[in-house]
C-alpha cells in the first residue's frame, strides 16, 4: 500500500510565501509523474504544477513566476513552493503521483488535502 502526506498549508498574507512538501511511502519501485492540484468549493480539482521523472515541468498560466515545482527522487518528495501568493491561491491543494510498484502495477495516488489561505 502508498500512501501520500501532505504538509505545510496554512493561512499567509497576500504576497507571502508557504511551501508544500508531500511525501510517499510504501511499496514504491519508483514514481514517474508527480504533480500539485487544487480545488475550491464548486469547482473541479486542477492542475498547479506537474514534475516528470526526468524534472521536467509545466504550470497553469496563473501560477507561472510565482510557484516552483521540485521533487527530491532519494525522498520519494515533491515540494511546491509558492510565492507573491495572491487570494485567487486560496483552496484546497492536493499532491498527486503516479507509481509503480516493486510488482510492477502503476496506479495513480492522491493526497488527503492541505488547505492555503490567502487572506489579510
Known amino acids: 500500500q502508498v500512501q501520500l502526506v501532505e504538509s505545510g498549508g496554512g493561512l499567509v498574507q497576500p504576497g507571502g510565501s508557504l511551501r508544500l512538501s508531500c511525501a510517499a511511502s510504501?511499496?514504491?519501485?519508483?514514481?514517474?509523474?508527480m504533480a500539485w492540484y487544487r480545488q475550491t468549493p464548486g469547482k473541479e480539482r486542477a492542475a498547479v504544477a506537474i514534475?516528470?521523472?526526468?524534472?521536467?515541468?509545466n504550470y497553469r498560466d496563473s501560477v507561472k513566476g510565482r510557484f516552483t515545482i521540485s521533487r527530491d527522487n532519494a525522498k520519494n518528495t515533491v515540494y511546491l513552493q509558492m510565492n507573491s501568493l495572491k487570494p485567487e491561491d486560496t483552496a484546497v491543494y492536493y499532491c498527486?503521483?503516479?507509481?509503480?510498484?516493486?510488482?510492477?502495477?502503476?496506479?495513480?495516488?492522491w493526497g488527503q488535502g492541505t488547505q492555503v489561505t490567502v487572506s489579510s
Open positions: 510504501g511499496s514504491i519501485f519508483n514514481i514517474n509523474t
Open positions: 514534475i516528470g521523472i526526468g524534472g521536467s515541468t
Open positions: 498527486y503521483a503516479t507509481i509503480l510498484s516493486r510488482v510492477g502495477v502503476s496506479t495513480t495516488y
